[in-house]
Structures are given as C-alpha cells and as structure tokens.
C-alpha cells in the first residue's frame, strides 16, 4: 500500500514562506507524476501545482504562478512545494497526490492513484 505523508505546514504571517513535503513509500516513485491540490474551509478542494515524472515539466494555477514552486527529489521519494508572499487566501489544507499517468489542472483529485490526507496551512493578515 503506497502512502503519501505531507508535512510542514503551519502558521504563518502574510508576506511569509512555508516549504510543504510529501514522502512517498514506494519504490518506483521516479515514474509517478505528482500534484498539490488545497481546499480552503467551505470552498472546493482546488489544483494548485503538478510536475511530471522527471520533474522537467511543471505548471502552476494561475493564483499561485510566481509565488509557489514545485519540485521533486527522486533520490528522497519526496515533493515539496514552496510557498513564497503568502496571503490570506492561501489558508487551505494542502494535499499531495500521486499517479503514473500525466496530472493536469483540471485532473480530479479522487481519480488519481494515491493520495495524501493533508496539512493545514494558516496564513494569518
């Protein structure tokens, strides 16, 4: 059973960083494109950033484009997503997800292989 862990979420001023992980237990996690996803309270979850397999192709909500950075450490079976300005608005709990076919933004969280159960991040204004 592969299990996808997130960590490093927090409490953080506006204008504040935070770095999220998400450790994958699995032993091919080179061939796994991955994805965030976030779901602020009383909204829809929503994508938020993807990177392909080998990590030479991402792509990024428009929200978050400038400000958040996705990337992947095959050797660590870990993808992180840095979060630079952060605002308000990205108050959400962030979720990691995992699948073996390409993720795109319109990609449906629950039809995606693996998935994580998430980490609070609190942007206080």
Do not use: H
């Not at 699995?26 to 602020?40: D, E, G, I, L, P």
């Not at 030479?56 to 979060?83: E, P």
């Amino acid at each position: 059973q592969v299990q996808l862990v997130e960590s490093g979420g927090g409490l953080v001023q506006a204008g504040g960083s935070l770095r999220l992980s998400c450790a994958a237990s699995v032993r091919t996690f080179s061939m796994y494109a991955m994805a965030w996803f976030r779901q602020a309270p009383e909204k829809e979850r929503e994508f938020v950033a993807t990177i392909t397999w080998g990590g030479g192709s991402t792509s990024y909500a428009d929200s978050v484009k400038g400000r958040f950075t996705i990337s992947k450490d095959n050797a660590k079976n870990t993808v992180y997503l840095q979060m630079n300005s952060l605002k308000p608005e990205d108050t959400a709990v962030y979720y990691c997800a995992a699948d073996t076919g390409r993720i795109a933004s319109y990609s449906d969280f629950y039809g995606l292989r693996y998935r994580g159960e998430g980490t609070l991040v609190t942007v206080s204004s």
